[in-house]
């Protein structure tokens, strides 16, 4: 879909009030940039990139189609190198591209360099832009200004084994509290399995916990936050998971634990589903929210995702505009749903990919009772790389520390990383 003019206009000036401090960008018309020419575009690399270029390749070529004059070049960059690519092109606006996917954990960074652009004005005029949630959009805002436009998300929930459930006589769990006896009577009568696969450095398995009770990781020493860290380490215990087999469990190992039919219940990620269905659980669990302490309520989910951004250094921002709205439209997130399994962030898009698998529900309801996200604040990379969280998680789970003196120390480490 183009978008009208004067939306370009308000774009164009935008993107033209302030250069990122790494470089200066060459002058753009106040029209919104060249109307012809090659508009650049960076996309995430995948291990099986296929399906996802099909439906790329699709929205091309009626971009295209609608844009006399135009090419798209489209460039996958491997995920791993992605910061130093972007770090080059905010220093350099000739190689700079005009449109950028983007994991939404790298806003901060990305923000702090000046980078993006402010693509509130075109979200504004976009037919479909209203359609966002505004838990979507905040996860694309930095210090109240619109980088991007959520193009996916993942959530997590409760993967359980119907099976087993049914052997043992086992209700679904509507709170913490039923998980966490349901999981006590499968280790107890089944004693081969885990009750509910959980890891010390499973930080956003973790953080629901912290999160339903009303704590967060800017305040991980608070009250709140220790009771939700304990209901959580508390499941890393001979009755369900043992510390010497589940301490150091990242998300991946308990995605294979269940998977595996090792577990009866794993909180694991809508993108998970390929990965259970090629194991022993195939065809033997169902999937329901993650519920939190109070029964019938649902724990707030962490929501990762990726993101699509328009470069400040772009000389085409109209036509990277319209070409953004495009691809994150209804039609190309209901495709790449189908393509790659990325749920999407417009509620329309929602329901298409609802009614047509029953799978996403759980998942969708999640993410529609309210997720959360880390801190928006350049200094997030460095508490991630520094794995402040996983460690605290695990300190307390093999009994090196108590809640207290674990979370003490991991706050400082927050506090001081964080710039505000």
């Not at 679904?172 to 966490?180: D, F």
């Not at 696969?197 to 973790?206: F, N």
């Not at 215990?237 to 219940?265: E, H, I, R, W, Y």
């Not at 400040?312 to 209901?334: H, I, V």
Request: aromatic share 8%; proline share 6%; charged share 20%.
């Amino acid at each position: 879909m183009k978008l009208r003019l004067a939306t370009a206009a308000a774009l164009a000036l935008t993107l033209t009030a302030c250069a990122p401090s790494t470089s200066t960008p060459g002058a753009a018309p106040s029209d919104g940039g060249a109307r012809t020419g090659t508009l650049k575009v960076w996309l995430f690399d995948e291990p099986n990139r296929a399906p996802k270029e099909k439906v790329v390749n699709e929205a091309v070529a009626e971009f295209t189609a609608a844009h006399q004059g135009t090419k798209v070049d489209i460039a996958y960059i491997a995920v791993d190198t992605r910061s130093e690519r972007f770090k080059g092109a905010f220093n350099d606006p000739a190689s700079a591209p005009d449109v950028v996917e983007y994991g939404n954990t790298d806003l901060p960074e990305y923000a702090a360099a000046g980078g993006l652009a402010d693509v509130g004005p075109a979200v504004t005029a976009w037919s479909e832009g209203a359609d966002l949630s505004p838990d979507a959009k905040s996860s694309a805002t930095y210090e109240g200004t619109l980088l991007g436009v959520p193009w996916y998300v993942g959530v997590r929930a409760l993967y359980y084994r119907t099976d087993i459930f049914q052997e043992l006589g086992l209700k679904v769990p509507t709170s913490i509290a039923e998980l966490t006896t349901a999981a006590r009577t499968v280790r107890a009568k089944k004693p081969e399995l885990f009750g509910v696969a959980v890891g010390g450095k499973y930080t956003y398995a973790a953080m629901p916990f912290v999160w339903d009770a009303g704590g967060d990781i800017t305040s991980l020493n608070s009250a709140q936050s220790r009771a939700g860290l304990k209901a959580y380490t508390d499941l890393i215990a001979d009755d369900n998971c043992p510390p010497q087999q589940c301490a150091d469990l990242t998300g991946g190992k308990t995605v294979d634990l269940f998977a595996s039919g090792k577990a009866a219940m794993g909180i694991l990620g809508n993108f998970n589903r390929a990965a259970v269905d090629a194991g022993a659980a195939k065809g033997k669990y169902a999937v329901v929210p993650l519920p939190g302490s109070k029964p019938g309520s649902i724990a707030p989910a962490f929501a990762g995702g990726n993101n699509l951004g328009i470069m400040k250094n772009s000389q085409r921002p109209a036509l990277a505009a319209d070409f953004l709205t495009l691809l994150a439209g209804k039609k190309y997130q209901s495709e790449m749903y189908d393509a790659m399994g990325n749920l999407p962030t417009l509620k329309s898009a929602s329901a298409v990919v609802a009614a047509k698998d029953k799978f996403v529900e759980p998942f969708i309801t999640t993410i529609s009772n309210g997720t959360k996200f880390v801190p928006l604040d350049p200094g997030w990379g460095k508490i991630d790389a520094s794995a402040v969280l996983p460690t605290m998680i695990e300190k307390v789970a093999t009994g090196k520390s108590t809640v207290e003196q674990a979370t003490d120390e991991a706050a400082k480490q927050v506090d001081a990383a964080l710039t505000k």
